[in-house]
T-cell receptor
């Protein structure tokens, strides 16, 4: 069974701090990895994706990928209360990429 | 900005009834997907669809489920005889090229409640 694992949290950080979210995956064939944000009762909203080892930065967000360790992370700098949500890690199936495996999500609360 | 739309936003039905959930993918996208999310659980893949046929389906997508693209814009998920455990949020997603590096864009979802 191919899996994406996340620490479900909840994770609480004060406003302005760095939030660190982690994810591991089991399908070595997965080539790219996606971070989605999901507010309660809403659909997943793409934050960013990464497919090369190393870091990728987009504004306050940095994704990190280590394929050897099968590990993906998301850092949120200068966390804001509006960042409070559940963050989903997703990896496409390694052969066709037609289905995404989602983690259970990490619930983040940014405390003003 | 183009987006995936879904109707209805909420659907309440009796067990054993048929429901059809509708999606309008982003207009130039070619790959379409249905996912479901039971309350408090992870998003689960149901089916992918390309070139008017199913390309992949999960174990969840059994004979009571079917998908169709009846015209050039709509993409539907039919549940023939609903069960209590079908109560969930159903998300449609689409992507332009498919494959492991393509972002899937999600619609707002249909919340299905089976009584």
């Amino acid at each position: 069974q191919k899996e994406v694992e996340q620490n479900s949290g909840p994770l609480s950080v004060p406003e302005g701090a760095i939030a660190s979210l982690n994810c591991t995956y089991s399908d070595r064939g997965s080539q790219s990895f996606f971070w989605y944000r999901q507010y309660s009762g809403k659909s997943p909203e793409l934050i960013m994706f990464i497919y090369s080892n190393g870091d990728k930065e987009d504004g306050r967000f940095t994704a990190q990928l280590n394929k050897a360790s099968q590990y993906v992370s998301l850092l949120i700098r200068d966390s804001q209360p509006s960042d409070s949500a559940t963050y989903l890690c997703a990896a496409p199936e390694g052969n066709t990429g037609n289905q995404f495996y989602f983690g259970t999500g990490t619930s983040l609360t940014v405390i003003p | 900005e183009p987006e995936v739309t879904q109707t209805p936003s909420h659907q309440v039905t009796q067990m054993g009834q048929e429901v059809i959930l509708r999606c309008v993918p982003i207009s130039n996208h070619l790959y379409f997907y249905w996912y479901r999310q039971i309350l408090g659980q992870k998003v689960e893949f149901l089916v992918s669809f390309y070139n008017n046929e199913i390309s992949e389906k999960s174990e969840i997508f059994d004979d009571q489920f079917s998908v169709e693209r009846p015209d050039g814009s709509n993409f539907t998920l039919k549940i023939r005889s609903t069960k209590l455990e079908d109560s969930a949020m159903y998300f449609c997603a689409s992507t332009s090229l498919g494959g492991p590096q393509e972002t899937q864009y999600f619609g707002p979802g249909t919340r299905l409640l089976v009584l």
